[in-house]
């Protein structure tokens, strides 16, 4: 089992940064892997970064390439998830979730972290 907890969201202007935290707790002595997905109104949830715990490599999505980094503090058991030069388009709920399985689904999810950016 896997608990994670999001925390960071809020409302920043077009331009601005935010930065989402992802603690995790339970098995965190396993390397599997932490994404990072957003759902906007209206459309399906969409990948936007993982990395594990131990390995590279990280992914991103196309976009968010150049914008979004992913970091993890091992100490702390939190990965986060680092927004510059936010859009409004931007605007989500983001997620964050555990693939227990290389290539597998993603097991466990948090609660979900609400990003707004204001034009």
């Known amino acids: 089992q896997v608990q994670l907890v999001e925390s960071g969201g809020g409302l920043v202007q077009a331009g601005g940064s935010l930065r989402l935290s992802c603690e995790a707790s339970g098995r965190t002595f396993s390397n599997y892997r932490i994404g990072w997905f957003r759902q906007a109104p209206g459309k399906e949830r969409e990948f936007v970064a993982s990395i594990t715990w131990t390995l590279r490599p990280t992914y991103y999505a196309d976009s968010v390439k150049g914008r979004f980094t992913i970091s993890r503090d091992n100490a702390k058991n939190t990965v986060y998830l680092q927004m510059f030069s936010l859009k409004p388009e931007d605007t989500a709920v983001y997620y964050c979730?555990?693939?227990?399985?290389?290539?597998?689904?993603?097991?466990?999810w948090g609660q979900g972290a609400q990003v707004t950016v204001s034009s």
């Open positions: 979730a555990a693939q227990m399985v290389t290539g597998g689904k993603y097991d466990y």
